[in-house]
């Protein structure tokens, strides 16, 4: 496992930061849009409150998936902290790669712990009827998480690629 004292792994911290942020988005989400979308850039960007009790995209996996996705979510959480410090200190990217990850996957753990209605989604992109999958603060974390962490992978493997010999 890398050490030093070349800073602080930043985790706990960005991973409370992103369940915070996505917990009152969406408490003010619930308060305030009930059955109706709001516009926030005419048709392409609007607000509407829907609930997911399936996975990306509406995945279902059955009577159980609340908990198999709890569970799922506090596997992942898991193993990003354990990425968080096999990490080197210094690779920031990294660290807050995995925290992002771990805190979008928290914040919909927690809807799930909360409401057997599911996670909390409310943020709506598309054009008339070709809509994204409507998606919140946590889902946006995991994905720029993950292409962060996918980044950082990248990076690492073109530091340790054994350079190329040139001809004699």
Known sequence: MPSGADGA???WAVMAFTVLVDRITKLVAERSLGDRAVSVIGDPVRFRLV???GAAFGLELGIWQ???FVVIAFVAIAWLYRASQQAARGDKLRQFAVAF???GAAGNAVDRLLS???VVDYIDIGAGTLRWPT???ADIAVTCGAVALAISLWREDARSAPAPSSPV
């Open 9 to 11: 792994r930043p985790f």
């Open 51 to 53: 609930h997911n009790q």
């Open 66 to 68: 609340r908990w198999i």
């Open 101 to 103: 990850v771990a805190g």
């Open 116 to 118: 057997a209605r599911g």
């Open 135 to 137: 998606f919140n603060v």
